[in-house]
């Protein structure tokens, strides 16, 4: 923001304020008083916003946001409170906090999404886990089979082999693995969903 061009008159007048007396008259209104404000207090504002922010570009846009803002709330400027400069500059460092502490929550939020992106929903989450116990239970009720059973079983329905082509891969009549293979299921029955094998 640049100051407005000012009245060579008045601006003689005012040349002869202060700073605290030259805010008192911005906080009225007075648009010429505000250019000698403005150059004034315009190196200082920035200087102070790029030691909080360390971007020019955005230590000058914050720099800006803080005259614009002079400019707008002056009448709140108390001389018997503090200094205008210390006034000025306590705007400053609020707006550049303010825009450091904005930046930190958008690379949170950023930061957050992208974990919750990252991370399966919790109902795939189960089913993992509940197929993974399922798993493991399956694979101890198969131990507690025979050789012929558990070969039997795992070939039919992991390998996904008739009952002929079991029977011949395991050089066995195709009564007897029918048989096997029936009790190896009825056992697994038993121990998937009752918890116990029977002898």
Known sequence: MSPPDADPDAAEQLAKLGLDELMVL??????????????????????????????????????QDVLVEVWRTAGRFRPEQGSALTWV??????????????????VERERRAA????????????EQVETGLEQQQVRRCLQSLTELQRESVVLAYYHGLTYREVADYL??????????????????RDCLYEGEVRP
């Open 26 to 63: 911005v906080g009225r209104g007075d648009q010429d008083a505000f250019v000698p404000v403005y150059e004034a207090v315009s190196g200082a504002v920035l200087g102070l916003v790029r030691r909080v922010l360390r971007d020019p570009a955005q230590s000058e846009e914050v720099a």
């Open 89 to 106: 500059l306590t705007l400053a460092h609020r707006r550049a906090v303010d825009r450091v502490r904005s930046s930190q929550a958008r």
């Open 115 to 126: 974990l919750l992106e990252s991370v399966p929903p919790f109902d795939d989450v189960v």
């Open 171 to 188: 050089s066995q009549p195709l009564g007897t693995v029918k048989a096997r293979m029936r009790d190896g299921l009825m056992r697994l």
